[in-house]
Structures are given as C-alpha cells and as structure tokens.
C-alpha cells in the first residue's frame, strides 16, 4: 500500500472498479459511496480523482474524517455499493 493518502484513494477507486467489472457492472451501477479518511488531504486532488473515476455519475456520496483506520499506514477507506436492474 502507498504510503501517498492520494495514491491510496486511487488504489481504493482500482479496487471498486476491479470488482464492479468482476459482478457485470460498471461505475454507473454505483448507488452510494461512503470514503473514510484519516486527514484532510489535498482536498483538490482528491476532488479530481473521484471526479475522474466517476465522470458524470453522481451517486450518493458521504465523507466521514476519522481518527484512524484498520492500520496506521491506511488513509482511505471507501465503502461501495452498487446494484443494476436484473432482467
């Protein structure tokens, strides 16, 4: 894991993207992101990275700030769900 909180985001937004692609589904099946940060980071990266993952999807987004995560060395922590109409 990048020591980069920025690095990290962007390792966290890969990871959803991986998984989504493994279920059939894409960004736009995204319905609600809640981002656990420890810090406030370089709030305009970290705008432009969630920007560029999301493009012109807006799904509900929370963003908590919190003291620590699972381990010092995490930054970020991105909790995703998603759903697409079944036919």
Partial sequence: MPEDPIKQLEVALENIHI????????????????FYLVDDFEATKRREVIGAF???????????????LA?????VEIDAWA???ME
């Fill in 19 to 34: 998984n989504l692609e493994a279920a059939n589904m894409g960004v736009k099946d995204l319905t609600k992101l809640v």
């Fill in 54 to 68: 999301l493009g012109d999807h807006l799904p509900c987004t929370t963003m908590i700030y919190v003291v620590a």
């Fill in 71 to 75: 381990a010092p060395k995490f930054k």
């Fill in 83 to 85: 759903c697409m109409e």
